[in-house]
């Protein structure tokens, strides 16, 4: 009887198909996370639209947008205020918009429920510092640009999160108050979670670099000098507590634009002082809630003088097309 030989791969064959099988595995791989991605930041996009509604029905109902925080240390923050508008109502129930975080008090115990729609599925904290046994948020609102401009364009001051000049200050802004249009004024954007690590020198990780928050010493304006530096005190803890109208948990400006690198955000130990912008982890920039309830993609390479202009509420500037 003659031995009949089994076809089969040779060797060289099934060298050539595994190389072909990783071929398409290099190449899918990239385009499900594209994919992936692009949900993500249609998800974050939607978001934010529910916050426009939000926003313009508590306008409706209290002729004034909500406070960005009342004076210290009444800090509660403009999201926490929008809760009953975004299908929260119970939970709205248990903040006292006038009170204060202190710790046991019903604004505190509040700010340890989630909220999912306060979160972005492109960052992996998934709404949490890790250490902390409060809730954060991804969506922050604008307090305006965070500096005052001499006529020749250097800075001439910084201002406190009570004299902010976007739409989220201290003061209830009204429509009628937006004397640069509802579609030329930022309300909301996107944000970035903290990693809860210790940081005692500069980072050099994307993710910190991203995250932190420069705290310069007592006493100091958060000037873009110190932002620079790196003197100063590394907060890692950014976005912790959606119910907290800081800097660094729920308010920003325009000054940085958007995920600018080579300056790290800062701020002095007050919180109520900063140079704090908009991140996200979709590729080429944010989404930007406006006053009129629409929602765009703001570039990182937007013009920083059309991003200031956005920033304002009645500062007479024309942002032009972006």
């Given at each position: 009887?003659?031995?009949?030989?089994?076809?089969?791969?040779?060797?060289?064959?099934?060298?050539?198909?595994?190389?072909?099988?990783?071929?398409?595995?290099?190449?899918?791989?990239?385009?499900?996370?594209?994919?992936?991605?692009?949900?993500?930041?249609?998800?974050?996009?939607?978001?934010?639209?529910?916050?426009?509604?939000?926003?313009?029905?508590?306008?409706?109902?209290?002729?004034?947008?909500?406070?960005?925080?009342?004076?210290?240390?009444?800090?509660?923050?403009?999201?926490?205020?929008?809760?009953?508008?975004?299908?929260?109502?119970?939970?709205?129930?248990?903040?006292?918009?006038?009170?204060?975080?202190?710790?046991?008090?019903?604004?505190?115990?509040?700010?340890?429920?989630?909220?999912?729609?306060?979160?972005?599925?492109?960052?992996?904290?998934?709404?949490?510092?890790?250490?902390?046994?409060?809730?954060?948020?991804?969506?922050?609102?604008?307090?305006?640009?965070?500096?005052?401009?001499?006529?020749?364009?250097?800075?001439?001051?910084?201002?406190?999160?009570p004299?902010?000049?976007?739409?989220?200050?201290?003061?209830?802004?009204?429509?009628a108050?937006?004397l640069?249009?509802?579609?030329?004024?930022?309300?909301?954007?996107?944000?970035?979670?903290?990693?809860?690590?210790?940081?005692?020198?500069?980072?050099?990780?994307?993710?910190?670099?991203?995250?932190?928050?420069?705290?310069?010493?007592?006493?100091?304006?958060?000037?873009?000098?110190?932002?620079?530096?790196?003197?100063?005190?590394w907060?890692?803890?950014?976005?912790?507590?959606?119910?907290?109208?800081?800097?660094?948990?729920?308010?920003?400006?325009?000054?940085?634009?958007?995920?600018?690198?080579?300056?790290?955000d800062?701020?002095?130990?007050?919180?109520?002082?900063?140079?704090?912008s908009?991140?996200?982890?979709?590729?080429?920039?944010v989404?930007?809630?406006?006053?009129?309830?629409?929602v765009?993609?703001?570039?990182?390479?937007?013009?920083?003088?059309?991003?200031?202009?956005?920033?304002?509420?009645?500062?007479?500037?024309?942002?032009?097309?972006?």
């Amino acid at each position: 009887m003659k031995n009949q030989t089994r076809p089969g791969f040779t060797l060289i064959e099934l060298l050539v198909v595994i190389a072909i099988i990783a071929v398409l595995v290099g190449l899918l791989v990239p385009a499900v996370q594209k994919v992936r991605e692009a949900a993500n930041r249609m998800s974050c996009s939607n978001n934010l639209k529910q916050l426009g509604l939000a926003m313009h029905n508590y306008e409706g109902a209290n002729q004034a947008f909500p406070q960005g925080r009342n004076g210290y240390p009444k800090v509660v923050s403009a999201p926490a205020r929008l809760l009953a508008y975004v299908e929260q109502e119970s939970l709205q129930k248990l903040i006292d918009p006038e009170g204060t975080l202190a710790i046991g008090t019903q604004n505190d115990l509040a700010g340890k429920y989630r909220v999912k729609m306060f979160v972005c599925p492109s960052d992996p904290r998934n709404g949490q510092v890790p250490g902390s046994e409060y809730f954060g948020i991804n969506y922050v609102a604008n307090n305006g640009t965070g500096v005052t401009f001499a006529s020749n364009g250097t800075i001439s001051g910084y201002l406190k999160i009570p004299d902010g000049n976007g739409v989220f200050a201290q003061i209830p802004t009204r429509f009628a108050d937006i004397l640069d249009g509802a579609s030329n004024t930022a309300a909301f954007t996107e944000s970035l979670l903290g990693t809860g690590l210790s940081i005692t020198t500069r980072p050099t990780d994307l993710m910190n670099i991203q995250t932190v928050v420069l705290e310069v010493p007592s006493g100091n304006d958060p000037t873009p000098a110190d932002c620079e530096s790196g003197a100063g005190t590394w907060n890692s803890r950014r976005g912790e507590q959606w119910i907290n109208g800081h800097y660094g948990n729920t308010l920003y400006n325009h000054f940085l634009t958007p995920n600018q690198s080579g300056k790290w955000d800062c701020g002095n130990k007050s919180h109520n002082k900063g140079l704090t912008s908009a991140r996200s982890f979709h590729s080429g920039g944010v989404n930007l809630l406006l006053c009129d309830g629409s929602v765009r993609f703001c570039p990182n390479s937007v013009d920083p003088l059309i991003w200031r202009a956005l920033a304002t509420r009645a500062g007479g500037e024309i942002p032009g097309d972006w």
